[in-house]
Each structure stands twice: as C-alpha cells, then as structure tokens.
C-alpha cells in the first residue's frame, strides 16, 4: 500500500498498522481519538464526517468521543469499514486529506502530543500463560519435578487485577511499601520492597456489544470480542507478593501499578503474522477450542536504562511463546457467566522464551538473586534499582514494512519515606 505520508522502511506505524490511540495537545487539550500514521496523528474527530459507509454514517460520533469505548462496542464489521476507509484516504491516489490546509488541520506530529489511555478501563485481568515462564517459576519455588500446578494445562490461570492503576506509557512508578518476610520463620517486616521487578507482557482490549451476565463466550467465538492489543509492563513487588499470595494469590504486590502502549494495534493488522497456536496436550474443553490460529509473531524486547542513561537491552522474546491464546482467556474468563464490556482489558501475564536471554522478568533473568544481570555502564542488577527505567517494544516484520507498537515505558521512582 502506498500513502503520501513519508515515513521510513523501519517506522512503527505503517499504512499497513493504522493503530487507535487518544492524544491532546498544548493548544487544543481534550482527549481525541487518533490514528497513527508515520510521525503523525491523523485527528479522526477532524475527520468523522468522512466514515460514510452504511455502518458508520450514523455512528460518526464515535470518533468525536474522549477514549474508544463507543467505537469498540461496535464489533468487527463496523472497525472493518473504518479501516478500509482510513487506507483510501491516507492513500496516494486519494487527495482529500493532501491539500497543505486541510493537513495543517487533520494531522498533528506525534512529538508535540501527549498521549493518554486509549480507552475507560472498567476491568482489568492478568493470565499466566507462557509455559516457559510457568515452568520457570516453578522450578524455582516447586522443583524440576512439580513446576507446573496440576490446573497449568487445563486452563488459563488468572486473577483480577486492579483497573485503577493500569497507567499509560511514560508514567512514572514508585517503588512500593508493604508487609515482607526478608528471613523464614521470623516476623514479618514492613518497609519498601526491595525485589522489584517487570513482567514483560501483552494485553487485549475487549470489544464488541457488552454480553449479558450469565452468558458465555466460547473460545470459538471470542476472536471477534477482541478488538486490539497493546504492550504491557504488570510491575511487580516480589518479596511483598511471596509472603501475601497464599492463600488467594497476588493483591498489593501486583497494584503498584501496570503500564501499557498508548497505540491499540488492531488484529487485522496483526493479521499476516499469524503463527500456528501451540500444540496443547491433554486436548482443551470444547469450550476452549477453536479451528484457527490466535497466535502472533510479535517479536519482544525489553530495555533497561539506569541513572547513567546507558541502555542494556535485557531480554528478547516472542509473543509466539504463549500456551494459552487470547481467545482461549476471553473464553475461560467468561466461561462461569462473567460479563465482558468494551474497554475491558486482559494480560497475557509474563512472555518468556525458551532461552536464558529470553525470560520476561528480572526474577527469571536473575533466576531468584543467584545471577547478576550485567549493564553496559559497567553496573549489574539482580532487582530493579531507585531510577532504573524499563522500555518495552514490539514489532512484526514484514516484506519491505513493520507493524510496531511504539513503546512501553516507565521509570522506578524511590518509596514515599512516610
């Protein structure tokens, strides 16, 4: 596809993407709804009189609205039609947006935006459903012998997270305090966490009409519920989490926060890099089976930056390493009749591969503090450090052109001292 925005081969926002974010600027400060284009944002509450089609022209206020619930609760025909009508008119043989005074009025640099959540999150789900990094804790705290529970391959464990603090890119974290049990058998301690980490993860918004409660969405039907996926860093408080899990697993631990990308990627972008879901042995529920693929090639990297401002990338994973699908989630998540609504978001929970260099998370890299993790300022880290930054960043390539999520970024600020 060719479009006069000029932008290069490697650019995360190709005509190809065309992802769904919410955006201000200094001289105009209410949310909008944007779509990513190149360098640019193309202002769709500039442009809503232009979705014309037979689904759209009567839901053109969807686009004029501070966050995308509205438009998701339309379903996928209707983000079909406003797809095809992005790529006409950002299109080279298209010149309703080409004229430099329309432009000056449509599109705005990303860098002089502020970017914002893209949607009113009413709930929040984390899953745990990379195998590697199942099995990698469990060896840890388990042994070789029983790393996974005897639930891990019957269905996607999750829990419900806390919507409140799920936090867009760029925002800063604070180091947590809380209760510890720094020495087995004594009493506990309160004070700031000292076992910090990330969780390198994935996550999909919700979309469609909202379900009834009671009713049930099987896996085999779940793909059009799903509506798009961001980048996300579930920040966790290990030594806050290991003494407060048992019995109904994590809760302060893992509400410090949750960042994600500010751009929704929509599945038909990630269309073309469909892989070949995992092969799952004992065979699924029927209730979580489904015929075709919800896997992705999203290649995965993690930064770390400290105070020096020396970048170490730490980790390199893949999507493609998830057990459990996105539609295998929705549908377990909805499975005893819990209703779903537009907005909503679900984790993947951490994504590691199958390699050391691979795992997502600090407690896997370091392998519970017996390792080092060495930077290329000459430091090393077991835990994230006061000030340490993690980026996370995902792409897809493919043949001349990249389907990026832009980045997911966040900066470890030091505990509150009271």
Known sequence: MKTFINYSADCDFPIENLPYGVFSTEDKPEKRI???????ILDLSAIANHFDGPLLKNKQDVF????????????????????????ILLSNSNATLQD????????????????????????????????NHATNVGIMFRGKENALPANWKYLPIGYHGRASSVVVSGT????????????????PHFGPCRLMDFELEAAFFVGGPPTNL???????????????????????????????????????SKNVGTTISPWVITMEALEPFKVPNMTQDPTPFPYLQHDKSCNF?????????????VVTTICRSNFKYMYWTPQQQLAHHTVTG?????????????????TSDSY???????????????????????????????????????????????????????????
């Not at 896997?364 to 077991?382: A, S, V, Y």
Request: aromatic residues 8%; glycine residues 12%; charged residues 25%.
């Open 338 to 354: 819990c209703n779903i609504n537009p907005g909503d978001l679900m984790g993947s929970g951490t994504i590691s591969g199958e």
């Open 64 to 87: 004029r609205r501070d966050c995308l619930n509205d438009f998701m609760s339309l379903g996928r025909p209707a983000w079909l039609e406003a797809r095809s009508k992005l790529q």
């Open 100 to 131: 430099a005074e329309v432009c000056s009025k449509v599109f705005v640099a990303q860098k002089n935006a502020t970017m914002h959540l893209p949607a009113k999150i009413g709930d929040y789900t984390d899953f745990y459903s990379s195998l």
């Open 214 to 252: 009671g009713d049930t969405v099987p896996a085999s039907k779940a793909y059009d519920h799903i509506f798009g996926m961001v980048l996300m860093n579930d920040w966790s408080a290990r030594d806050i989490q290991k003494w407060e899990y048992v019995p109904l697993g994590p809760f302060g």
């Open 34 to 40: 944007g779509v990513a284009i190149g360098d640019e």
């Open 297 to 309: 090639d999203i290649k995965l990297e993690v930064d770390l930056k400290p105070k020096s401002g």
């Open 360 to 418: 997502g998370s600090m407690l896997e890299l370091c392998w519970k503090g017996t390792r080092t993790i060495p930077l290329k300022d000459g430091t090393t880290r077991k835990f994230l450090q006061d000030y340490d930054e993690i980026t996370i960043r995902g792409y897809c390539v493919g043949d001349g052109y990249r389907v990026g999520f832009g980045s997911c970024a966040g900066k470890l600020l030091p505990a509150h001292t009271e």
């Open 172 to 187: 800063s974290i604070r180091r947590p305090r809380g209760q510890t049990l720094p020495i087995e058998g004594a009493e």
